[in-house]
């Protein structure tokens, strides 16, 4: 029997850390241990794919908490189906002892565990949901107050008018027209076609 853990974090400025010290200190080799940074908005994740392609009947598979399974209720669902009927191999969900496939084998551990496993399903899937309105509601009253997104847009220089001609005739390269309108190339190119349209 193989012991894996899997990780994943929301973006690559979280920090992984903790999941990994609790499933080191469960006594995970750390090249057993398959880490994303990637956000659960689709499964195209590298190492949850190399994991699953490596699991054998009777291995056992460590996760912290069972959204890091899935974005949303009917993939947390598949996904565990898919480990502990199709693949057999058990799961233990840290933060949730009451999912742990190792012990609750009978009819009626089976049933809890099931039980449970779609509650907390429903309770990530609801919780991203709010997660999401709440962020958007953030947004819109931060645009009422007049709170603008995004970068700031670049002032062109007074003599861009001389710049985009002398660039436009080949009289300067565009390393050197970026250099004298102070802004990147990639926004030179922006501001060059804005301004074509005027």
């Not at 995970?28 to 994740?45: A, V």
Request: charge should be positive.
């Amino acid at each position: 029997m193989n012991i894996y853990g899997y990780v994943r974090v929301s973006a690559t400025d979280q920090n992984e850390a903790r999941q990994i010290l609790e499933m080191e200190q469960l006594g995970l080799k750390p090249e057993n241990i398959f880490i994303d940074k990637q956000s659960g908005k689709d499964f195209n994740r590298p190492e949850y794919t190399k994991l699953i392609k490596l699991l054998k009947k009777g291995d056992l598979m460590y996760v912290k908490a069972i959204d890091r399974l899935g974005r949303n209720y009917k993939e947390i669902q598949d996904q565990w189906r898919i480990i502990t009927k199709e693949m057999e191999v058990d799961v233990v969900v840290i933060d949730m002892p009451l999912l742990d496939t190792r012990v609750y084998k009978d009819l009626m551990g089976t049933f809890i565990a099931d039980l449970v496993l779609q509650v907390l399903s429903f309770v990530a899937q609801n919780e991203r949901e709010n997660i999401k309105k709440r962020q958007e509601e953030g947004i819109k009253a931060a645009k009422l107050r007049g709170v603008v997104f995004g970068r700031p847009i670049k002032v062109l220089p007074d003599d861009f008018e001389q710049i985009f001609v002398r660039w436009k005739t080949g009289q300067i390269s565009t390393q050197d027209a970026a250099r004298l309108s102070d802004m990147s190339i990639s926004t030179l190119y922006r501001r060059i076609r804005d301004f074509g349209d005027k």
